[in-house]
């Protein structure tokens, strides 16, 4: 059994407030937990693949709360300071988190390892207008490679190579074993999403969204992006009119009757397209960029796929 030792754990700069708690616990006999290894994970949908990594090798802190959005939360001084007391932070990247990259810029510079997974599985480039695609991102990198299982199964195995080389403490091969175990579920997952999707006609293969969120999927699974609500892969952009008058447009011309909205989201744009449309629009939500809370519908990632395929088909095949 190979396990590694924290002897080697580099030692850290507290932040003053950080040092302040630590000395306040050691004056009233407060015992710390510093001595286990700790992975700092910003999103939950990581968060989750993570964990089914590192299992109790490790604990594994998730900085974004069930039912959040990626691209708009934030961290406490705390939450900071936890990514500057990780052995491993593991974050998606590609501009996703907006508001907690330069944390995780901070605790690089600390010497704090970190991975960004997003950057590491191949990813898309959003496509111009023409394609569906939002005009002002053409060219930029997508950070929603979580759509494709595929690159999922890729950024898991990634994780268990980056926590086996810079967690001190845990067991590799227990790690790499849950790897392998995981990596089994979500080849299962890719299969039965396949039979799924093989049941919606051709010409129903046609996404409109609230926003630009399922490019991979459907790069994966042979579907065409229409558009989006929001004109952009971020939901803290805004639509204009002629946005919107573009997109009704493209649904008419498409035959497009389902509007895609993230659960986590209020559907009101997407209400508004059903208004453009004279109803003629069905909106559908799906759990697209946050996991919710357990036993509500998408606590884990394999839960949230299976759910939004589920929905996917039935809303396009008009089932």
């Given at each position: 059994m190979t396990?590694?030792?924290?002897?080697?754990?580099?030692?850290?700069?507290l932040p003053l407030v950080l040092l302040a708690l630590a000395l306040a616990g050691a004056g009233t006999g407060c015992t710390s937990s510093d001595d286990r290894p700790r992975v700092v994970v910003t999103t939950n949908i990581l968060g989750d693949?993570?964990?089914?990594?590192?299992?109790?090798?490790?604990?594994?802190?998730?900085?974004?709360?069930?039912?959040?959005?990626?691209?708009?939360?934030?961290?406490?001084?705390?939450?900071?300071?936890?990514?500057?007391?990780?052995?491993?932070v593991v974050f998606n990247g590609l501009g996703l988190e907006e508001n907690v990259l330069r944390h995780v810029d901070a605790a690089r510079e600390a010497g704090v390892p970190t991975f960004e997974a997003g950057k590491a599985v191949d990813p898309l480039t959003f496509?111009?207008?023409?394609?569906?695609?939002?005009?002002?991102e053409a060219g930029q990198p997508d950070p929603h490679f979580w759509t494709d299982p595929d690159r999922v199964r890729k950024a898991a195995?990634?994780?268990?190579?980056?926590v086996a080389e810079h967690v001190d403490g845990v067991d590799e091969k227990t790690i790499h074993a849950n790897a392998d175990r995981y990596d089994a579920q979500l080849a299962d997952l890719t299969t039965s999403m396949e039979k799924s999707f093989d049941r919606i006609p051709e010409?129903?293969?046609?996404?409109?969204?609230?926003?630009h969120v399922f490019g991979y999927l459907a790069e994966r699974f042979g579907f065409r992006v229409i558009g989006a609500v929001i004109p952009s892969g971020t939901t803290l952009a805004s639509p204009s009119s002629s946005d919107l008058r573009s997109l009704t447009e493209a649904?008419?011309?498409a035959g497009v009757q389902t509007v895609f909205a993230d659960s986590s989201q209020p559907t009101r744009l997407a209400e508004v397209l059903r208004t453009e449309l004279?109803?003629?629009?069905?909106?559908?939500?799906?759990?697209?960029?946050?996991?919710?809370?357990?036993?509500?519908?998408?606590?884990?990632?394999?839960?949230?796929?299976?759910?939004?395929?589920?929905?996917?088909?039935?809303?396009?095949?008009g089932a």
């Open positions: 396990t590694r030792t924290r002897g080697s754990r580099r030692p850290r700069t693949i993570t964990q089914e990594i590192v299992g109790d090798e490790a604990d594994v802190t998730v900085l974004m709360k069930p039912n959040a959005d990626p691209h708009s939360f934030g961290l406490s001084a705390v939450q900071a300071g936890e990514l500057e007391r990780a052995d491993l496509q111009a207008q023409d394609d569906g695609g939002p005009e002002e195995g990634l994780i268990a190579d980056q010409k129903r293969r046609a996404l409109v969204t609230n926003h649904m008419r011309k004279d109803g003629q629009v069905r909106v559908v939500e799906l759990y697209s960029e946050s996991l919710t809370e357990k036993g509500k519908g998408a606590g884990t990632y394999l839960q949230m796929m299976r759910a939004n395929t589920a929905a996917m088909a039935d809303g396009l095949t």
